[in-house]
């Protein structure tokens, strides 16, 4: 009895001679536009806009929700007369101060960290005590020890911003492969070079990610402590331009300086760190 043998061929090649076979295909214009992030952002804000305005025309009472139209005529008037830019400018100027200060002795907490079994030891009881430890809670305190202004709102923000950073940068530094430990090593790289010609550039989506949460942590400290400790610097920030308007029963006012809040966040968020991100992590192939 003799068998067919069928030899499977080991490469199969596709038929290229109908003429019919579309190769390419052009997106339509509704797949081009989906494409970019910044519109389909800019696509549920205007949804989330929507809804906040129609729920607002339902409720009826300005007093207790304004539409979105009403918040918008209120923020574009306070920042014609100045209000809105001057409240911004004081409370950015007490960020900042903060921010840097947190960052600088995250850096100095992590290297030692990074450096020594002690100061491993000293970053991990350090942040076990104060990073579940809410920084509203250090608010009397501060006022005891600083006064009301600007020293205690910045303590507030030092502790709010401190123990993210080094956490994460902390992390970052731990995962860091031991080749790439080794190999600067070899090239003779100790202490604070090999921090920052190894370490800092492999750990940087963590380091990256520890500055996001930490300046989060910071701006919504901003603004409770504004609201608590009112006047700073001898002028109020936003948080006292909502807290003075809550008071003074401008229920308009108080959504647009919520506005404003919300705005800032979105521009450091979607404009600062994501050009940072494109600059740094994407464009090194540590993040799509």
């Known amino acids: 009895m003799s068998e067919t043998l069928l030899l499977r061929p080991e490469i199969i090649k596709p038929d290229t001679t109908a003429g019919d076979v579309q190769v390419e295909a052009s997106l339509s214009w509704f797949e081009r536009i989906y494409g970019i992030g910044a519109v389909r952002k800019a696509f549920i804000l205007?949804?989330?806009a929507g809804l906040w305005e129609a729920y607002g025309r339902w409720l009826g009472n300005p007093l207790l929700f304004p539409t979105?139209?009403?918040?918008?005529?209120?923020?574009?008037?306070n920042i014609a007369n100045g209000v809105i830019p001057q409240r911004v400018l004081v409370s950015l100027q007490t960020l900042l101060i903060g921010y840097g200060i947190g960052i600088v002795l995250a850096a100095i907490l992590t290297t030692l960290a990074i450096g020594s079994r002690l100061g491993a030891d000293l970053l991990e009881a350090l942040t076990s005590m104060f990073n579940p430890l809410p920084a509203i809670a250090l608010l009397p305190l501060a006022l005891i020890w600083f006064?009301?202004?600007?020293?205690?709102?910045?303590?507030?923000?030092?502790h709010s911003v401190l123990w993210a950073i080094a956490l994460n940068t902390h992390s970052g530094f731990r995962s860091v492969s031991n080749t790439m430990r080794m190999v600067g090593m070899n090239y003779g790289l100790r202490g604070l070079k090999l921090v920052r010609l190894i370490l800092i550039p492999a750990a940087f989506p963590a380091?990256?990610?520890?500055?996001?949460v930490g300046w989060a942590f910071a701006w919504r400290t901003l603004i409770a402590?504004?609201?608590?400790?009112?006047?700073?610097?001898?002028s109020g920030g936003l948080g006292w331009f909502i807290f003075e308007n809550r008071n003074q029963l401008e229920t308009s006012n108080v959504f647009a300086g919520l506005l404003t809040v919300i705005?800032?966040?979105?521009?450091?968020?979607?404009?600062?760190f994501a050009t940072i991100e494109r600059k740094t992590v994407r464009r090194w192939g540590m993040q799509h």
């Open 263 to 272: 705005l800032i966040g979105l521009i450091v968020e979607n404009v600062g």
């Open 225 to 234: 402590a504004e609201l608590v400790f009112g006047v700073s610097s001898g």
């Open 68 to 77: 979105f139209t009403e918040t918008l005529t209120a923020l574009i008037d």
């Open 147 to 158: 006064g009301l202004g600007q020293g205690s709102v910045i303590f507030v923000l030092v």
């Open 207 to 212: 380091i990256l990610t520890g500055l996001k």
């Open 46 to 48: 205007l949804v989330l």
